[in-house]
């Protein structure tokens, strides 16, 4: 079992930057793939990007050049750094957890609560 916690989300004007942090339990954080996911009022889940065991990293095109994912396994923390922010990142953030790095919600077996990350423009 892992149980998965974020944070960090807030409310901030278009072009700023926020961090988001997953803190994950359990001993096997290191042997997953951790994605991160996020939905948009009226919209269907999705993703943002995900970061191998190895921290091989894909990037949605929305999100490629501005997004970061690492990792600090001796924390069991995923973090999302996201620059030049836009009003269309407006959404519910979630950090999951897969044994398969995937693109797909369906592959993922852990989910967070959620953060809500609000842009205005």
């Known amino acids: 079992q892992v149980q998965l916690v974020e944070s960090g989300g807030g409310l901030v004007q278009a072009g700023a930057s926020l961090r988001l942090a997953c803190v994950a339990s359990?001993?096997?954080?290191?042997?997953?793939?951790m994605g991160w996911f996020r939905q948009a009022p009226g919209k269907e889940r999705e993703v943002v990007g995900f970061l191998t065991h190895y921290s091989t990293a894909y990037y949605a095109d929305s999100v490629k050049g501005r997004f970061t994912i690492s990792r600090d396994n001796a924390k069991n923390t995923v973090y999302l750094q996201m620059n030049s922010l836009k009003p269309e990142d407006t959404a519910v953030y979630y950090c999951?957890?897969?044994?398969?790095?995937?693109?797909?919600?369906?592959?993922?077996?852990?989910w967070g609560q959620g953060t809500q990350v609000t842009v205005s423009s």
């Open positions: 359990g001993r096997a954080f290191r042997t997953y793939a």
């Open positions: 999951a957890a897969s044994t398969l790095p995937s693109t797909r919600t369906g592959d993922y077996s852990y």
